[in-house]
T-cell receptor
Framework: GENVEQHPSTLSVQEGDSAVIKCTYS??????FPWYKQELGKRPQLIID?????GEKKDQRIAVTLNKTAKHFSLHITETQPEDSAVYFC?????????????FGQGTILTVHP | DGGITQSPKYLFRKEGQNVTLSCEQN?????MYWYRQDPGQGLRLIYY???????QKGDIAEGYSVSREKKESFPLTVTSAQKNPTAFYLC????????????FGQGTRLTVV
């Protein structure tokens, strides 16, 4: 099955700085990589995803890059704001499944200091 | 907060008791999932269901049971066999095709007292 490793486990930045979270995966058949944001006490929500036919995708201040050869993908947040503080999870689909079962990384606690 | 609803938000259980967590969705999704969230361990899959009347064990199914009698509902029972049940439980659903977004409920925090 798929194994997803996420680093770092905690990340502290000053407002306006950039933040980068990295994930590696094991199943070369994986071709869909979502990122979820979970604010304190709330449900995880999808913020961006990427499919293996592209190497990068951007949505305003967030972007995701994918390196299929190295089997890793990263979340980039620019011009961070205090409301970006949350736990971020990467995920990858379990190989060979015909539906959206995901394996999640361990999560990164991002803290943005004003 | 429409779409997928979990209840209750907080649940207390005495040791040795079974408890059932509710999960209902009105998104017409075929697939539903239960995850357990512990600090520093991300989300771990307990059980999942692709269609009605079918479900499969995930990575940490021991001490849990589920049913899928209706498309909209996927309740999770935490049995007395679960050694360390205190955790945050998240239910999710998706269309069911590969590479589609999972939508999460707001979670149930279970505490054993």
């Amino acid at each position: 099955g798929e194994n997803v490793e996420q680093h770092p486990s905690t990340l502290s930045v000053q407002e306006g700085d950039s933040a980068v979270i990295k994930c590696t995966y094991s199943d070369s058949a994986s071709n869909y990589f979502p990122w979820y944001k979970q604010e304190l006490g709330k449900r995880p929500q999808l913020i961006i995803d990427i499919r293996s036919n592209v190497g990068e995708k951007k949505d305003q201040r967030i972007a995701v890059t994918l390196n299929k050869t190295a089997k890793h993908f990263s979340l980039h947040i620019t011009e961070t704001q205090p409301e970006d503080s949350a736990v971020y999870f990467c995920a990858a689909p379990v190989g060979g499944t015909s539906y959206g079962k995901l394996t999640f990384g361990q999560g990164t606690i991002l803290t943005v200091h004003p | 907060d429409g779409g997928i609803t979990q209840s209750p938000k907080y649940l207390f259980r005495k040791e040795g008791q079974n408890v059932t967590l509710s999960c209902e969705q009105n998104l017409n999704h075929d697939a539903m999932y239960w995850y357990r969230q512990d600090p520093g361990q991300g989300l771990r899959l307990i059980y999942y269901s692709q269609i009605v009347n079918d479900f499969q064990k995930g990575d940490i199914a021991e001490g849990y049971s589920v049913s899928r009698e209706k498309k909209e509902s996927f309740p999770l029972t935490v049995t007395s066999a679960q050694k360390n049940p205190t955790a945050f439980y998240l239910c999710a659903s998706s269309i069911g095709r590969r590479n589609t977004e999972a939508f999460f409920g707001q979670g149930t925090r279970l505490t054993v007292v």
